[in-house]
């Protein structure tokens, strides 16, 4: 496992002393941190006791991927979290904040299982943004199954941001869990480069022949376009006041959901709480105070729904 810092006050030290370059960006509330990742789980990941951490290598297309497995000590098979990153390379990868925030879900009995993604913290090849790296995704789902820690019929599926741009391909791509919810997540990056075209250059980077092949690209990565082959009980949360992801690709994608004539349960709430992206409105969120629903909890609600149920309203409900 990776180094963690050795008291709780050190372990705020670092986000304390971030500082952004961008002026969108809202400065750290550290109430809010302390009441979204308290000490008691940073002292189980420092080994108080409840909960193992381990940093793992596994294999996706030949290639040795790195990635975390956060579990409780118990014995037994348990409820499983897939979660997926955001960010682009070393930016967004899983470090400690995310590490204690499974904790926090391992001391609620999820085993949290995560990905860095191919070519980062060690692993080989190189991330294409949605690419072939969905391949990463898919195949530690499988590893995921195979845990004896795991209950193999009892897997979810949770990100933020451009993780959540990977949800929805491994959805489409037919991965089966119970149920999913997504964060910030894009679902139409072509509209989202008229808010910040700075990405063409994230894309133009990492997206294998993006010059000749850009519309094909972009098309491929964003869920709008091809909502209909998610077959996954869904819960869609974006922030309205977000900044690096435009709130109106969720919400695109929510009526585009919403038309999709099958009975699978689906809900969208827009939550207005910080323009700081990174301030996820779940459980656990980094930066300013934000509403807090537990979305492992929310997946399974979603996954026990029996057609023509009504969901508990959270935000604006979307059902087909």
């Known amino acids: 496992m990776r180094r963690v810092e050795p008291t709780y ?3 705020l030290a670092a986000p304390k002393g971030r500082v952004s370059a961008d002026p969108r960006d809202t400065g750290f509330d550290e109430a809010a941190f302390r009441r979204n990742t308290p000490e008691a789980w940073f002292l189980a990941l420092k080994g108080a006791g409840g909960v193992r951490c381990r940093r793992i290598t596994y294999g996706s297309d030949g290639l040795r991927v790195t990635g975390f ?9 348990h409820r499983a979290v897939i979660f997926n990153r955001g960010g682009t390379q070393a930016f967004g990868a899983i470090r400690t904040a995310d590490l204690v925030e499974f904790a926090g879900w391992a001391l609620d009995g999820y085993v949290v299982v995560a ?3 191919r070519g980062i913290d060690g692993g080989e090849g190189r991330e294409e943004w949605g690419g072939a790296d969905v391949h990463d995704v898919l195949n530690l789902a499988a590893l995921a199954r195979s845990l004896p820690s795991v209950d193999s019929e009892a897997l979810y599926m949770y990100d933020v941001s451009r993780g959540g741009m990977m949800t929805y391909r491994a959805l489409a791509a037919g991965l089966r869990v119970r149920a999913a919810a997504t964060v910030g997540a894009p679902a139409d990056l072509e509209a989202g480069l008229t808010h910040r075209p700075e990405m063409e250059e994230v894309y133009r980077d990492l997206m294998p022949g993006y010059a000749t092949r850009k519309a094909e690209h ?3 990565r964003s869920a709008v376009h091809w909502a209909e082959s998610i077959q996954t009980p869904l819960l869609v949360l974006h922030d309205g006041a977000d900044w690096r992801v435009w709130p109106g690709e969720s919400l695109v994608l929510a009526t585009r959901l ?3 004539t099958d009975d699978r349960p689906r809900r969208f709430a827009c939550t207005s709480c910080s323009p700081n992206h990174d301030a996820r409105p779940v459980r656990g969120a980094r930066g300013a105070a934000a509403p807090r629903h537990d979305v492992p909890g929310d997946a399974r609600s979603l996954a026990r729904l029996r057609p023509g149920d009504q969901p508990r309203p959270v935000g604006a409900q979307v059902r087909p």
């Open 9 to 11: 006050d050190s372990y």
């Open 69 to 77: 497995i956060v579990e409780p000590s118990t014995p037994g098979r």
């Open 115 to 117: 990905s860095q993604y």
């Open 218 to 220: 972009l098309r491929a």
């Open 258 to 260: 919403s038309r999709v």
